[in-house]
């Protein structure tokens, strides 16, 4: 915590530094200006108004796609498809183009692969898990060759579990100066190992929250942060989970907007969506 906060210190002073003695306080001629400019190139298509996550309706429910700065929850209860959700979106902006920061809490780094390989293949997730049959080989070596020019686009920590937020902050500044960063994915928030482990569980989810929106706004990209959803969602007529069913759901409401929800029907018995389909809210 102390290195990373000399790291800090010494990036605000470099800034400082090449302003060449101006104020640190911005006029708002010169803000307007700025925002008047960034208007004129999205127009003129030079620049995109938003990061794309891929989904044509989800960027619909996001007015256009993720946006710099921002912290966007996403959560749902077990199986409901948020790992998979994470995984799909780390690679859909990879394949765009842009450099993808993930964070793995649950899932081992073998089983992120795999998600990525059967998102990129023919290959079911299963057969990944239980590879006996080599007829899936060639496809998997296809996928393979296809995956690695956007592979390489998305970057993911050796050790992800022990990682507290100003840990994992650090991490992604450190990776932000080697090269800019379009997206941090983190799956998922609550379990992240707590700061401060004598704190109540909702202040520990809520100085996470608040540490992830601080570093969406410091490396200007969007945040998105999965979460889990208690067994409230569940009591439901319908079973639909909203924000409230979420665990510690108004710290993290707070800090995360827009905020969304994940849900498979089949899971249910109501098959409305078809099988593995997942539905977001």
Avoid at 107 to 133: F, I, M, T
């Amino acid at each position: 915590e102390a290195l990373d906060a000399t790291k800090r210190a010494l990036v605000l002073a470099e800034a400082r530094m090449v302003l060449n003695g101006e104020a640190d306080m911005v006029a708002a001629s010169t803000l307007l200006t700025s925002v008047m400019s960034k208007l004129t190139d999205i127009q003129a298509g030079r620049v995109p108004p938003a990061l794309s996550t891929g989904w044509p309706s989800l960027d619909a429910m996001l007015s256009g796609g993720l946006r710099p700065g921002q912290l966007v929850i996403g959560g749902g209860r077990p199986a409901m498809g948020k790992s998979s959700f994470g995984t799909c979106l780390a690679m859909n902006v990879a394949v765009g183009g842009g450099d993808v920061l993930y964070y793995p809490f649950e899932e081992s780094q073998e089983d992120v692969a795999h998600r990525w390989l059967s998102a990129s293949s023919p290959v079911p997730l299963g057969w990944l898990k239980d590879p006996k049959d080599r007829s899936r080989n060639p496809q998997l070596m296809e996928a393979m060759s296809a995956a690695s020019p956007w592979m390489d686009r998305i970057r993911i920590p050796r050790l992800t579990r022990s990682l507290q937020v100003g840990a994992l902050a650090a991490s992604a500044r450190r990776c932000h100066a080697q090269k800019p960063v379009s997206l941090v994915v983190v799956d998922y928030i609550q379990r992240m190992k707590a700061t401060n482990a004598r704190d109540p569980r909702y202040l520990q989810v809520k100085e996470d929250a608040i540490g992830l929106h601080d570093l969406a706004h410091e490396l200007g990209c969007p945040v998105v942060a999965l979460a889990q959803f208690g067994r409230s969602a569940e009591e439901g007529t319908d079973k639909r989970p909203s924000l409230k069913d979420c665990r510690e759901a108004g710290d993290i409401e707070n800090e995360g907007a827009p905020n969304h929800g994940f849900y498979r029907a089949d899971t249910y018995n109501q098959g409305t969506l078809g099988p593995g389909v997942a539905d977001a809210l």
